[in-house]
């Protein structure tokens, strides 16, 4: 059995991970750390969790006696900790935060299990990628690998609630988020720095260069991959509703790219490509991508999506703890979409 520890387990990602940790055949779950919540049963704080768990949330931290943490943390927290407290060097790390998606000086492998599975078995520290970088990536990723992101990128996404975490603020209220739809963070967000990286890395040495790139603070130069990104904020809990479009050198052959796309995936656990148009309910509570693409003259237009707190986050962290420990990739990770 993997023994299990995760910090900062009173949040959404801390819930939902110990929804899914508590029918996972081959974990065995150590602690549940929250010094604000210390003593509290679990399921009066995540309490759809009634009748399935008498755990209680602890402020001890025995580092000793498990095999991986969760880092369920809030962006930047994960290094201070990190500097704060010795963690056997033995006992694995997966990170949810951004701490250390962006190579550095540092040992953490970005794992997007699609493409990093490999290094995921392998690694010790892993940095769990951010839900709108998972969404945006998955539906680029078979057009970087084949030298096709060559001009503008276009992405558009919405995104629910709980992306902005447990903690209330202005926009995430029900009185302000209700009946209401608003962008934020205009061609700045966060996540844009991994999914550059990702993108270029995977860009073959051969692509031709890329052309009307403007490089918009994110660290990367001219003449590599950029992406437009506005984010919406939109009028439900949960899931990411994502389009990209893509312009390419010459007219787009559709049964071309949708075979690219079916075979870059065809071994993929979770990520689908589907011939109909997918919508968000068909991946809210499980772990699956769906990608979808339309061609138009030069543009390819791609339509993905994911739900934000599974495969945009800690769907996707016990994913890739069941690559690291070698056992069913899928094991705990057996959700179903809702029929209606």
């Given at each position: 059995m993997i023994k299990v520890g995760i910090l900062g387990a009173a949040g959404y990602t801390g819930g939902e991970l110990i929804r899914l940790l508590l029918n996972h055949p081959q974990v065995e779950k150590v602690f549940a750390n929250s010094e604000s919540n210390a003593g509290n049963p679990v399921c009066d704080i995540h309490e759809g969790l009634y009748g399935e768990t008498d755990m209680l949330f602890t402020d001890k931290m025995p580092f000793d006696k498990v095999d991986v943490l969760f880092f369920c943390f809030g962006h930047g927290k994960s290094e201070a900790f990190l500097k704060e407290h010795d963690i056997p060097d033995n006992v694995r790390i997966i990170d949810l935060a951004q701490d250390f998606r962006i190579k550095g000086n540092h040992d953490y492998v970005y794992g997007l299990p699609e493409i990093h599975r490999n290094e995921t078995a392998s690694c010790l520290r892993l940095a769990n990628p951010g839900c709108f970088a998972t969404c945006i990536?998955?539906?680029?990723?078979?057009?970087?690998?084949?030298?096709?992101?060559?001009?503008?990128?276009?992405?558009?996404?919405?995104?629910?609630s709980t992306g902005a975490g447990q903690k209330p603020g202005a926009t995430t209220h029900f009185s302000w988020r209700q009946n209401n739809f608003s962008v934020y963070k205009l061609f700045t967000h966060q996540h844009l720095h991994e999914i550059c990286q990702t993108l270029n890395?995977?860009?073959?040495?051969?692509?031709?260069?890329?052309?009307?790139?403007?490089?918009?603070?994110?660290?990367?130069?001219?003449?590599?991959?950029?992406?437009?990104?506005?984010?919406?904020?939109?009028?439900?809990?949960?899931?990411?509703?994502?389009?990209?479009?893509?312009t390419l050198d010459r007219a787009a052959d559709k049964a071309e790219i949708v075979a690219m796309y079916k075979d870059f995936y065809r071994d993929a656990a979770f990520t689908h490509y589907v011939e109909k148009a997918p919508d968000l309910k068909q991946v809210v509570n499980t772990n699956?991508?769906?990608?979808?693409?339309?061609?138009?003259?030069?543009?390819?237009?791609?339509?993905?999506?994911?739900?934000?707190?599974?495969?945009?986050?800690?769907?996707q962290a016990v994913q890739n703890m069941n690559i690291m420990f070698n056992i069913d990739e899928k094991a705990g990770l057996a959700l179903k979409a809702s029929a209606f």
């Open positions: 990536q998955l539906g680029l990723l078979p057009l970087a690998k084949a030298g096709l992101l060559t001009h503008d990128i276009s992405v558009n996404a919405v995104t629910g890395e995977l860009r073959p040495d051969t692509a031709p260069a890329v052309a009307d790139t403007l490089d918009e603070g994110f660290d990367v130069q001219n003449g590599k991959i950029t992406v437009d990104f506005i984010p919406y904020r939109g009028d439900f809990a949960r899931g990411i509703f994502c389009t990209e479009v893509v699956k991508a769906l990608v979808h693409l339309d061609t138009f003259g030069r543009k390819v237009v791609v339509t993905v999506m994911i739900d934000n707190l599974l495969k945009g986050a800690v769907g």
